[in-house]
């Protein structure tokens, strides 16, 4: 059944009736929902319901993977209870984008509003988000933009152009056409503004209310009308408004204080009460990564230690038991795709996992072999090396062009490229002569080869010898670091463009 609630507001002209659904019998619950599970695209919604029934407010996060003060924000309230209303938080909605610290690796999904393609795993995703908008009453899209909203121009970084600190709407009031039902979202965000600003001492810092004017063949932004809130305002008549913390601010943590301050003011204004939201931003940090080796071994590891294997050994990764639940994801490198928990792999040579928090890479294990074959029963887990130091980056000179590479990342340069390596940075102080950073694959003197390759010259395109790449194909090749004979880190540089059939 359906049932018509007020939105309770303090401006005495704002009368907005909204509808929501009301479930028969209703009772507080959290439907947890996950689509493409074990995937670089996993998505996870939450459905939440309160106590006393009223009005649903959607919140996507991440639906840009180099925004984290979104998806951080929105993370907070997938645990929260509801005394009043409901809440559908996809904290997520981009987790592709996100661990790969990209906008979006095959375009912004934010645009994908207006399209339908099948075959397109972001638009199938689109398609989802579009369904839950069409269960809410009112939409917040959590962003992180450059600059800061200025109704007129002052310099580069205050101007109409630039979208932090702001709520965005796309009109001021909207009165829909076939009901004559006037929204006045404006009035909304305004409000919402003067709340939260009053919380804000730093004024550079404090929200304004950004119309981009995308109902109007005028406006400044037409590409606007491909996104989330335009499509929710069009096609489902609910407000819609897009949070943007500023990218400037050099917190996430400031960040994230600020949308759940927006998020929070937005619950009042829509009469969505809370009974007790989780407000914490801990440092990622692995309890154990658990492993299971040919179907029937469990092995628990923790961060930095070595699981031994014999070559052809199937290794699944179970599970990653850390202080966060959500945004996780474990690469076995030179494997798979970016996400591959859950997928059995065979192993044919030494490689490692790289945990991930979001983008993040908190955590790595170490898969070797042993001289001895490794059978049932004995020792999985060689002793850790914790007197040693851990791979932190290694910079390159990519054509001239410094590139700082973290530890357990890929590269990707174009095939011809010259590298060189130029310093390894690690979490404890060098080891000197005992520290070797080497290009598998590469020679850098054919009459006396250390295997230390620091400070050659490395053309991509000629005498890397391709058996040594992770592929085989020439395609990808490992820079292993060393400390004591010990690895303690590596880097995967991916050579982009046309290679030639035969190789060394």
Request: charged share 25%; proline share 5%; with cysteine.
């Amino acid at each position: 059944m359906r049932r018509i609630f007020s939105l309770r507001s303090c401006i005495p002209s704002l009368a907005l009736l909204l509808v929501c659904q009301v479930a028969p019998g209703f009772s507080a619950e959290t439907v947890h929902k996950t689509y493409f599970e074990n995937t670089d695209y996993e998505l996870h919604v939450y459905d939440i319901r309160g106590y006393e029934p009223g009005l649903t407010m959607m919140i996507i996060g991440g639906i840009q993977g180099n925004e984290p003060g979104g998806y951080l924000a929105a993370d907070l309230y997938a645990d929260i209870s509801l005394r009043k209303g409901n809440l559908i938080v996809v904290p997520r909605a981009n987790f592709h984008a996100i661990l790969l610290n990209q906008r979006g690796p095959n375009g912004d999904m934010n645009r994908k509003f207006a399209l339908r393609r099948d075959t397109d795993t972001e638009t199938r995703i689109v398609e989802i988000l579009k369904e839950l908008i069409s269960r809410s009453d009112v939409l917040l899209n959590l962003h992180d933009g450059s600059g800061f909203y200025r109704e007129e121009y002052l310099d580069e970084l205050h101007n109409p152009m630039r979208f932090g600190q702001s709520i965005i709407a796309d009109a001021d009031v909207y009165t829909i056409p076939d009901s004559g039902r006037v929204l006045r979202l404006g009035d909304i965000a305004r409000k919402v503004c003067s709340v939260v600003n009053a919380m804000i001492p730093e004024e550079n810092y404090r929200f304004k209310f950004n119309n981009h004017n995308t109902v109007s063949q005028g406006t400044m932004h037409p590409e606007q009308r491909l996104s989330a809130t335009y499509y929710s305002l069009i096609h489902h008549r609910i407000p819609s408004f897009g949070i943007e913390s500023s990218k400037e601010i050099p917190s996430d943590e400031i960040k994230v204080r600020h949308k759940r301050m927006v998020i929070n003011a937005f619950m009042n204004e829509f009469d969505i009460v809370p009974e007790n939201p989780k407000i914490l931003v801990e440092k990622p940090v692995l309890n154990h990564l658990i492993v299971v080796i040919n179907g029937t071994e469990r092995v628990a590891l923790k961060d930095g230690e070595t699981l031994l294997l014999n070559p052809g050994d199937q290794v699944t990764l179970e599970h990653i038991d850390m202080n966060y639940s959500r945004g996780l994801a474990a690469d076995i490198i030179g494997l798979g795709g970016i996400n591959d928990l859950g997928k059995p792999f065979t192993i044919e040579y030494p490689t490692r996992v790289v945990i991930r928090k979001d983008s993040f890479k908190c955590a790595s294990v170490k898969l070797a072999f042993t001289k001895d074959r490794v059978v049932t029963g004995v020792p999985r887990v060689a002793e850790l090396a914790s007197q040693l130091p851990r791979l932190e980056l290694l910079a390159i000179l990519v054509d001239g062009r410094r590139v700082e590479v973290a530890d357990g990342a890929t590269l990707e340069v174009p095939l011809g490229s010259v590298l060189e390596i130029t310093d390894a940075v690690l979490d404890k102080p060098s080891y000197g002569k005992e520290l070797q950073v080497n290009f598998k694959g590469f020679v850098g003197d054919l009459n006396y080869n250390t295997g230390e390759d620091r400070g050659y010259k490395i053309p991509t395109d000629q005498g890397l010898l391709r058996r040594h790449s992770i592929d085989g194909r020439g395609t990808d090749y490992p820079i292993v670091v060393s400390c004591q004979g010990r690895e303690i880190g590596r880097v995967v540089v991916h050579l982009a463009g046309q290679r030639t059939p035969a190789g060394s």
